[in-house]
């Protein structure tokens, strides 16, 4: 079952950024690295999508690990029902966005989804 890690801020410095995943990558002994991939919903690449397949290439240049792209429409759709399913409303909510809680849960859907398709 895919759980939580932790949410890297981003700093600003993408260099900086990419080493920190390396740390963690190396940390955790993470045999590979998946990125979400923000699709539009009709499945077409925008920006971001564009963004987010630079950034898996930037990563497999510095990872010795193999780095895989997952669709990740929807994953905070998911993480925002389970919020409030946990019964997590209102000011609660708000702190758990502002503490990366919803980014957390969404990043264990994706992931949790990328493993039930690898069966």
Known sequence: MATP??????????????????????????GLVVVGLPLSM???????ARAARKEAEALRELLDVP??????RL????ANRSLTEA??????RRKAREAGAVDQAAAAV???SWLDGRR
């Open 5 to 30: 890690y932790s949410v890297i801020t981003r700093s600003g410095d993408a260099r900086a950024d990419r080493a920190r995943v390396a740390e963690i990558v190396s940390e955790v002994e993470a």
């Open 42 to 48: 009709d499945g077409s690449d925008g920006p971001a």
């Open 67 to 72: 780095v895989e792209l997952a669709d990740e």
């Open 75 to 78: 994953t905070s759709v998911t």
């Open 87 to 92: 019964g997590v409303t209102g000011r609660r």
């Open 110 to 112: 994706l992931l949790q």
